[in-house]
């Protein structure tokens, strides 16, 4: 039986800290050919999930420990839904090749996820263009206020 315990998020959560990319992942899967891919994620406030998509796979998230804003956006970078990950929701489901991104809100936080594997590098083309050649911090600031209907000046 695989288990992740609450020493174990509190570990992955202090690796993070330590990461460049304050981030740090616990696969449940055993392989990276899995077809299905469960992942366990520390995300510190200030890490950087850049707006993609997934073209071949729904993906599934939910707050472990802490609070997430998940935002959905159509082809131009409007913002077309939001979530509050372990505020007013617990789970939610991103729709295949639906464009994304993801804000850890607290120190510690950890979100998991589930979706098709195998595990693939986010190609050039799913990782959106209005999105690119943002800072770390102009993004996150504009997740974490925007609403839907709005989009990046």
């Known amino acids: 039986m695989k288990r992740l315990t609450a020493n174990n998020l509190t570990d992955l959560g202090q690796l993070a800290q330590q990461s460049p990319r304050l981030r740090m992942n616990s696969n449940l899967h ?13 995300m510190e406030p200030g890490t950087l999930i850049m ?33 509050e990950l372990g505020e007013d929701c617990s789970v939610v489901e991103i729709p295949d090749g639906g464009w994304h991104a993801v804000l850890s809100r607290d120190v510690g936080a950890v979100i998991f996820e589930v979706k098709h594997g195998p595990y693939a590098p986010i190609a050039e083309a799913d990782v959106a263009a209005w999105g690119k ?14 609403q839907v209907g709005g989009r990046i000046g």
């Open 30 to 42: 055993s392989d990276l050919s899995d077809p299905v891919q469960r992942l366990a994620i520390a």
């Open 51 to 83: 707006p993609h998509r997934h073209p071949h796979t729904w993906e599934v998230l939910t707050a472990l420990k802490g609070r997430f804003a998940v935002l959905l956006f159509d082809d131009a970078g409007n913002v077309t839904e939001r979530a």
């Open 133 to 146: 050649g943002r800072s770390a911090a102009e993004l996150n600031a504009w997740y974490a206020v925007a």
